[in-house]
């Protein structure tokens, strides 16, 4: 709940970027270096980016939501109609896509805890970046 701790303009706008993505009109886009990760597991260019943005059409087709269990995300992603309507090949690289990218957050997330940035004790601070959910604990 936003109260009389921020302004009201700036309360508005926090608004509307809540109810953008409760409405699934925007989306959580791909980490900036996933695409370097690809390159450096082997994929050319033009399949990393390829790979990012079938992580972009599956977070349009979850409607933005977030899950911290990749099965369930894959689980939510197959009850999508218009992801049923897809061909196989295309459902295949979707589903795909979210793996590597769910492989990819677990890297961040170790390498995070590595350096020290993020705390493996769920109840302990951590200073991690926006999009680092899926935490190994």
């Known amino acids: 709940m936003v109260a009389n701790a921020v302004p009201a303009p700036l309360a ?3 608004g509307q ?3 953008a993505r409760e409405f699934g009109h925007e989306i959580p886009r791909a980490e900036g270096r996933f695409v ?3 390159r450096r ?3 050319s260019p033009a399949t990393a980016r390829q790979i990012r943005s079938n992580v972009n059409t599956a977070r349009r087709l979850l409607k933005g939501r977030i899950h911290a269990e990749l ?3 894959l689980a939510v992603l197959e009850t999508s109609l218009e992801f ?3 061909s196989g090949s295309r ?3 979707l589903r795909r896509a979210l793996i590597l990218y769910a492989e990819y957050l677990d890297y961040t997330a170790e390498k995070a805890v590595r350096k020290g940035r ?3 004790d769920p109840a302990a601070p951590a200073v991690v970046g926006p999009d680092v959910y899926r935490q190994a604990v």
């Open 12 to 14: 508005e706008a926090l």
């Open 91 to 93: 459902r295949s690289a």
């Open 36 to 38: 370097r990760w690809l």
């Open 17 to 19: 970027v809540i109810l």
């Open 118 to 120: 993020m705390r493996t």
């Open 71 to 73: 099965a369930i995300e």
């Open 41 to 43: 597991h082997g994929k």
């Open 84 to 86: 049923q309507a897809l």
